[in-house]
């Protein structure tokens, strides 16, 4: 390529590039005329690029002299801004700022006289209105992105429940400080029924709500913050014409040519206007009662949890793009900070089960070794115990006989009698253990306990009378049957007898109640003895615990095991006035 070829070249690119700049900036002969200006000074003075060259300048300077000054300062080459006021087309009158060149115009402008081309200016201007209003754009979305940050921060630092979080979220989505629209609606994905529903919603009902809510605001001067973290009571629960709107929202996740499903499967934050068509829009629009609509995907590493869906329907203001731009950037952060809370809570169940799974491994071992080593116990003891019976049957034998076969003034005979009277206690240890350490049989059926009661007092009559023992009956479980090994029932009915009787030497009143309770059918034995001590009541159905000094403390046990294999409760306490009651409940058939 020659030279004078790249040079033509170049210089008819540079042309265009400056025709096409968004600056406005023109180069004006030595005579004040236009010959070259840009896009963005044809905007600026009103009227199209190419019409302004040939064009005298001074007709935009609203003072003529402004032109000399220009004039002036391209010739003493000071290039300092200056501002100057312009008179556009329509007669409007707008601050500039403006620098003054000087240009080298040839020959990217046809001139004729070389010290004409030389004289040429280059005029920059800047419209400070517009720039006044680009900067205040970028401070505030500057402030409102840190802000974002500080939200998106708090969302993650505090340890709050979902539902604070969800609700602190659509706060910020629709106070003014935050993102400004006037309605946002939740909707999260259910795992159980496979759809996305509405969850939680915030917004005004109409705009006299609306207003009534934006002046308390502005007068109570509230921060984001404060009212994210002082909203108390749940949103969810309270009766606004949006909750009855989210409520409804409801799509099947397999609808999957659907707006709201398509958004979080692309991953994409959609601005619905009015003209859109889109398979589910209507129904959208529809639940909203609004055409126009901004909606974006709630979106983690592990897949999408819902939708937030926001509109203005009350100001009807236009959803813009740096509106749709922080949507798109909170609702990844409170994605973000939803899922870390599901996590937390998660894990911290997991944590819950398994101290508990821990808990119960711990009991459980012990119970085994407690098992093994009180059957290893039994064993031992039933084999002690049969070995012991024969030879203590025949020193009672004989202690009886020796007391019976000596005279009544024999200092023997009160040895003998003792002799005795210890061996007889032995026996019954050695009975009682026996009973205890024996397997129970399952020997179920149907027993109706009030006439089991009945049958065991007719065995105590005589004893009754002979200790002056009145007994009162109130038996009121009637008909009422249940399944039960009536044998070992009574055997637990005889020994509160006999235990309440031993405790009312001299006489006393005995009351056998039985009530039928919600499940089960309680049968009580009360005395009218002096009762218990308060620190036996934790001992007294433990084996051996006897304050008798002829008792083998086996007695409640053995009736402890009888009810518990039946799986029924036993227990005693002491009554208001003097005595003990001891009761058992058992279970009524399914
Ligand atoms: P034993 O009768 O051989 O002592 P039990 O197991 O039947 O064994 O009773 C254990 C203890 O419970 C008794 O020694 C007594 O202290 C207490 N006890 C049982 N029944 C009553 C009652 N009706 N009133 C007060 N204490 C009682």
Partial sequence: MEHSEYLEKRNGL????????????????????????????????????????????????????????????????TSENRTLE???????????????????????????????????????????????????????????????????????????????????????ITSGQGLGFNRAFLLLIDEGSLTLQGELAIGPSDAEEAS?????????????????????????????????????????????????IKSMVNRKVLHITKDVVRPGVDTIRQWLGAQEFALAPLMTRRGPLGVIVADNAISHADIGSLDLEFLHLFANQSAGAIENNRLYFELEKRLIDLRKAHEQQKEDQATLLRMERLSVMGETSAIVAHELRNPLVAIGGFARTLVRSLGKDDPNREFARIISDE????????????????????????????????????????????????????????????????????????????????????????????????????????????????????????????????GSGLGLTICSQIIKSHGGVIGAENRDISGAEFFFILPLPK
């Fill in 14 to 77: 540079v042309a265009e590039a400056f025709e096409a700049s968004d600056q406005p900036m023109m180069v004006i002969d030595p005579g004040g005329n236009i010959v070259l200006a840009s896009d963005g000074a044809g905007v600026l003075l009103g009227v199209a690029r190419a019409d302004l060259v040939g064009v005298e300048l001074k007709q935009f300077f609203l003072r003529p002299e402004t032109l000399d000054q220009c004039r002036e300062a391209w010739h003493s080459g």
């Fill in 86 to 172: 312009i008179i556009n087309s329509q007669g409007k009158v707008r601050a500039v700022d403006a620098r003054c060149l000087p240009f080298q115009a040839e020959p990217l402008v046809a001139t004729k006289e070389e010290d004409e081309y030389k004289s040429h200016g280059l005029l920059l201007l800047t419209d400070i209105l517009s720039q006044q209003l680009e900067d205040e754009k970028r401070m505030m979305r500057l402030a409102k992105l840190s802000l974002l940050n500080q939200v998106s921060e708090a969302l993650y630092g505090a340890h709050l429940t979902l539902d604070q979080i969800l609700q602190a979220v659509l706060i910020c």
């Fill in 212 to 260: 009534r809510i934006w002046l308390d605001l502005a007068d109570k001067q509230v921060d984001l913050f404060e009212m994210m973290t002082s909203y108390d009571q749940s949103i969810k629960t309270t009766d606004t014409a949006v909750n009855s709107i989210v409520r409804n929202m409801k799509i099947s996740l397999d609808d999957s040519e659907n707006l709201l």
């Fill in 423 to 550: 061996v007889g206690r032995m026996e019954r240890i050695i009975h009682d253990l026996l009973d205890f350490i024996r397997p129970r049989k399952q020997l179920r059926k149907s027993v109706v306990l009030d006439e089991l009661v009945q049958e065991t007092i007719t065995g105590f009559q005589v004893e009754f009378s002979d200790q002056r023992i009145d007994v009162k009956l109130d038996l009121q479980s009637t008909e009422t049957a249940l399944n039960a090994n009536p044998g070992e029932i009574q055997q637990v009915l005889q020994n509160f007898l006999v235990n309440a009787m031993q405790m009312m030497k001299g006489g006393g009143t005995l009351e056998i109640q039985t009530r039928v309770l919600e499940g089960g059918i309680k049968v009580s034995v009360l005395d009218s003895g002096p009762g218990f001590a308060q620190e036996f009541s934790e001992k007294l159905f433990s084996p051996f615990f006897s304050t008798k000094t002829t």
